[in-house]
């Protein structure tokens, strides 16, 4: 098969032929036909200090996606060939305490799909039968295939109560994106995103955002006047990993506020504690999705009318993989989606 592999230890990646992944008595093999481009994967694309600490090459990278099973182990009975799926591509152990508890996201020996196995940006990937998502038929394949990252803004965004509340969003990438419409799906009141990029401000506008504005150019104190705001956010949402970006939602909250932490630094935050111990804020810190309480939920929401389809901007056949790359990285794009049905 064809795959989009890091054939070694260093920048770049190869559309390259290699052997069909076989599945075992537990797995589902799955033809894969459209998938999606994470920062993860520009990360081992580009490969920074992270990459070089965790990805062991030859690997096929890639994570998001939704293909049909085409065979299924001998150990399987819940799934069928012909049947429309995506994975969760963190695969849990099945034997430590969280897992044995059901609390399979809290695996401390968690193997990520593209990460540390053979992932997705290819035209077969097995996974095992307990990480398959079975989604029903008619769904827009441009949006199962994005379901993974979807989960990620689905859990971070009801990781709180949101309904009558003022809602935070920091970072319009394609996850705060996707957030915005959640939480004004769950009957927020006023949703405010900040966001340097004026693509994705206006991005974020169409997804509902009550107003998204510039961090650089506008104090959120004005802001919250002009919107006749008293006490402060109720929730922020975290989605940046940038430290000014926290510091400022820390000092926007509501006395007693909320803030989910999805988006991930990359270096060390120095806070000052007093403002939350002395406002009472709650800090939870958000890692992939729920198995699959996360799943469901994006399901639901799907089903019950929330469009997150705005959020994707560019659609590239697979052997393009260099310009949906390209794109990806680029600020003026939302998320980005490979097809691999068109040879
Ligand atoms: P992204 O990098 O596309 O989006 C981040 C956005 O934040 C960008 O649009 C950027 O312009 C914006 N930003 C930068 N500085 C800002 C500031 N000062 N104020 C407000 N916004 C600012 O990433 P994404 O794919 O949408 O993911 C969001 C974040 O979540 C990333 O940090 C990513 O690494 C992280 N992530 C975490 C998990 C998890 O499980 N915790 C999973 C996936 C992604
Ligand atoms: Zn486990």
New binding site residues.
């Given amino acids: 098969m064809l795959a989009l592999v890091k054939t070694e230890a260093g920048p770049g990646l190869r559309l390259e032929t290699v052997p069909d992944p076989v599945p075992g008595i537990n797995d589902v093999l799955i033809r894969v036909h459209k998938t999606g481009i ?3 994967d520009l990360h081992i694309d580009s490969w920074d200090g992270w990459a070089a600490r965790t990805i062991h090459p030859p690997l096929v990278i890639g994570h998001e996606f939704v293909g049909e099973i085409v065979e299924v182990g001998s150990n399987v009975s819940d799934f069928h060939p012909g049947d429309l799926v995506s994975g969760e591509g963190h695969v849990t152990c099945g034997r430590c305490r969280h897992c044995m508890a059901g609390q399979r996201h809290l695996c401390a020996f968690t193997v990520g799909l593209g990460v540390e196995r053979d992932g997705a940006f290819a035209e077969y990937v097995v996974l095992p039968h307990t990480n398959i998502w079975h989604h029903w038929p008619g769904i827009d394949e441009d949006v199962a295939a994005i379901f993974d ?1 979807f989960g ?1 803004a689905v ?2 965004a009801l990781s709180f109560p949101v309904l009558g509340e003022d809602v935070l969003v ?8 996707m957030a915005v419409a959640v939480v004004k799906h769950a009957g927020a009141r006023l949703v405010v ?5 004026p693509f ?1 401000r206006e991005l974020a506008t169409r997804l509902g955002a009550t107003l998204a504005v510039d ?2 150019e506008r104090e959120l104190k004005s802001v919250q006047a002009e919107l006749g705001m008293v006490e402060g956010f109720d929730v922020a949402l975290e ?7 926290l510091r ?1 939602a820390i000092e926007n909250m509501a006395h007693g506020g909320n803030i989910a ?5 990359t270096a060390e935050i120095p806070l000052d504690l007093n403002e939350i111990i002395f406002n009472q804020l709650t800090m939870r ?5 729920e198995m699959y309480e996360t799943w469901y939920k994006a399901a639901v929401l799907v089903q019950s009318g929330l469009d997150i389809s705005p959020v994707i901007t560019h659609r590239f056949p697979f052997r393009e993989h260099e310009a949906a790359f390209a794109a990806a990285r680029a ?1 003026e794009s939302g998320k980005v989606i490979m097809n691999w049905m068109h040879t």
């Fill in positions: 994470c920062g993860t990252p990620n859990h971070t920091s970072g319009a990438g394609p996850i705060g994106l995103v900040t966001e340097p990029n994705r961090p650089r989605m940046s990993g940038n430290a000014t970006a400022t932490l999805l988006g991930l630094p810190g958000i890692y992939g999705r600020g």
